[in-house]
C-alpha cells in the first residue's frame, strides 16, 4: 500500500484518485464525486455519506499525500462503497449504473423463462456443442455451433463460454480481419 493515489478505470469508470488497498482499488470521496459529475464533488459525496452512515463500513481511513505535498487522513471506499455511494446518487451517471446492475440481475438470476430443469437441459447441451467445437474443422460447421451455443446460452441466461480455449488448434479457424493469433510457447509470432 502506498500513500499517493493513481487514476483508474474500468470500463466507463474512470476515477482520478485510486489507493489500492490488498491490490484493490479503493476510491476517495472527490473521485466518486466527480465521476457523479457533482459540481462540488466532495460536498456533495460527503452528504450522501452523511444520509448513509451505513456505508462508511466499506471504507478504510489512510494517510495519503495530497497536491500540496502534504499528507493527510483520508477514507477511501471499497468498490462496493462506491457502489453503494452510486446507488444512492440521483445523477445521471448514477441512474443508467443502477439500470446495468438491475440488468445484470435480472439476467443472472432473475426468474425468466426456464426452470431449474429446463436450465440444466440447456447447460449440457451448451456442454455437449462445445465439445463438438473441439472437433470442428470446417468454419461452416463451426460458426453455426456457435451460433447453437449462443442460442442455448440466451434460453439459460449464461454468459457465453470462451470457445477459443475448446480448440485443439489455435490457428485452426482464421481470425476475422483485425485480430491477431497469440503467440504459443514453442509456436513462431
Sequence with gaps: MTNTTQSFQWGDIALSQVAYVDGIPHATRQAIGEWLEYADSQKAVDNL???NPHIEHYSTPLNLRAVDGKMRDVSVYHPIGFLLIVMESGQPKA???????AEFVWHFAGPHGADTKERNAYLKEIERLTDRIAGARNAMVYRQLVRMIEYYCHLAAWPQPDLTLRTTEIDQLPLPLGEQTPALPGKGV
Design 95 to 101: 441512474l443508467a449504473c443502477k439500470v446495468a446492475v
Design 49 to 51: 455519506l452523511d444520509r
